[in-house]
Each structure stands twice: as C-alpha cells, then as structure tokens.
C-alpha cells in the first residue's frame, strides 16, 4: 500500500512539474515574442482572399510583421453602422524597432507616416494562392472612407490593389457599354457612311460638269508658258532687249 501510494504521489508530481514547465515555456516565450510589437488594425471592404492568420505585413517591399487576427467590424466593436459590420477588420503585429527606425517612438512615427498617407493593401504572393500585406503611399489620391466606429489602435486605412482596380476599371466600361444603344449607334454610323458617300458623288459630278473649263484653262496655261519660254530664249541671246522697248530703227545708208 505505502508503495502505490508513493508511485501515484510521483506521478502527480510528474504531470504537475510538466504542466508548470509547458506553461512556463508558453509565458517566457509569449513575454519575449510580444515585447517587441505594436498592435495596429486596418479594414478592408473588398474580399482579403488568400490572407489568413500569420500572413507577412510589408513596409516598402521589407516584413515588418505578421496578421495576428481576422475579423469582421460587427464582432469587434458594438456601436456600428449597420453598413459597417460586415468590413473586414485585421489586428496586426509590427515589429516597432522597424516602425521607430532607432532610438524613435514607434507610434509617433507611425502617426508622421500616416500623415504622409501611408496605405494598407492586400497583395498577391505570386501563384500560391497567398496574400500579404503591403503598408506604402499610393500615388493617386485616395479618399479615405469615413469609419463609423471609435478603433482602439492606431488604424491604417486601406487602398485598392492593383487587381481590385483593374476589375473595378472593366467593371465600369461594360457598364458604360450596357447603358449604350448599340442599334442607334450603329444606324447614325450607316447614315454618316451614306451622307459621305453622296457627298463624294456631287463632287464627282461637279469635277465632270467643270471638266471643259479645266481643259481651256490647262491649255491657256500651257500657251502662256510657252510664251514665257520663248521670251527667256529671245533675252539670253539678246540681252540688250531688256534695256529697249522695242528694235531700233535702220540706219539710212540700210534703208
């Protein structure tokens, strides 16, 4: 009996050292993964497919952390617009010795980039079917959405990707297509093509109406153009001719 009791006092003791070292391992580790981060949230409209839990954020092409949660605006705060609840909410962890650039505060630059116009944007990790995200200033002018909820962190609003705007662009043109009338379209271009055609046609007519005066006139100008030609003859080999207006008159020994 001393004996059993004995080997289940060190099995207890065995499974508590064990819990108590795992917890331990949980703690420290937790403790020094987050000493070093700074929680920031941003918020999507648009599908973030491909983005999950752990995928890289990056600040101008370098990782500067990772997606801790995803989310929707409805689950994470109370007072929102009914409009608002279904947007995409992300809480992620950045490394704030990248974000403070050394020896700085990390949310006050922060705060400086976002007043320079810092954006959030879901991108593609080539074919894998991944996404990341990628912290940079767009180049076109973005109008930021107006956010009917009170974040608890700093919030980075959200771009369009490349592809989010390619299709909103198609989008837009087979719209403008839609509201087209295609059939009057096409029957102003055939009755333009007619009017041309006949347009052409009178001009053609008139060309062969005025045909006898154009062959009278081609022929004076060739007549004078003779002429011309045989005055400049008659001067190169009298040169004297342009100092008289007419010949002279014979001498009376010639006449």
């Known amino acids: 009996m001393a004996t059993s009791a004995n080997?289940?006092?060190?099995?207890?003791?065995?499974?508590?050292?064990?819990?108590?070292?795992?917890?331990?391992?949980?703690?420290?580790?937790?403790?020094?993964g987050n000493k070093h981060e700074i929680e920031v949230e941003t918020y999507f409209v648009d599908p973030v497919s491909g983005l999950d839990v752990g995928s890289a954020v990056n600040f101008r092409g370098v990782k500067i952390?990772?997606?801790?949660?995803?989310?929707?605006?409805?689950?994470?705060y109370g007072d929102v617009a009914p409009e608002d609840r279904?947007?995409?909410?992300?809480?992620?962890a950045?490394?704030?010795r990248l974000i403070a650039m050394k020896d700085g505060n990390a949310k006050e630059h922060l705060k400086d980039l976002l007043d320079k116009g810092i954006h959030a944007t879901v991108s593609a990790?080539?074919?894998?079917g991944l996404s990341r995200i990628e912290m940079n200033f767009p180049k076109a002018k973005?109008?930021?959405?107006?956010?009917?909820?009170?974040?608890?962190?700093?919030?980075?609003?959200?771009?369009?990707?490349?592809?989010?705007?390619?299709?909103?662009?198609?989008?837009?043109?087979?719209s403008q297509i839609d509201r087209m009338d295609l059939v009057d379209a096409w029957t102003n271009l055939i009755v333009t093509v007619r009017n041309a055609g006949a347009?052409?046609?009178?001009?053609?007519?008139?060309?062969?109406?005025?045909?006898?005066?154009?062959?009278?006139?081609?022929?004076?100008?060739?007549?004078?153009?003779?002429?011309?030609?045989?005055?400049?003859?008659?001067?190169?080999?009298?040169?004297?001719?342009?100092?008289?207006?007419?010949?002279?008159?014979?001498?009376?020994?010639?006449?």
């Open 142 to 174: 973005i109008v930021d959405k107006k956010i009917s909820w009170k974040p608890r962190a700093i919030t980075v609003p959200p771009a369009p990707s490349i592809l989010q705007s390619a299709a909103d662009s198609v989008q837009r043109i087979l």
């Open 125 to 128: 990790s080539g074919v894998t």
């Open 65 to 76: 952390g990772s997606v801790k949660q995803i989310s929707f605006v409805g689950a994470q």
């Open 94 to 96: 950045l490394d704030e």
């Open 7 to 32: 080997y289940t006092r060190l099995g207890l003791f065995i499974v508590a050292a064990s819990v108590l070292i795992v917890s331990a391992v949980i703690w420290f580790g937790g403790v020094r």
């Open 86 to 92: 279904q947007t995409i909410w992300v809480k992620l």
């Open 199 to 255: 347009a052409f046609d009178n001009a053609g007519g008139l060309l062969d109406a005025q045909r006898g005066n154009v062959d009278e006139i081609l022929s004076n100008l060739r007549d004078a153009s003779s002429a011309l030609r045989a005055l400049a003859d008659e001067v190169r080999s009298n040169p004297s001719l342009l100092l008289r207006d007419r010949s002279p008159e014979p001498l009376d020994e010639t006449r």
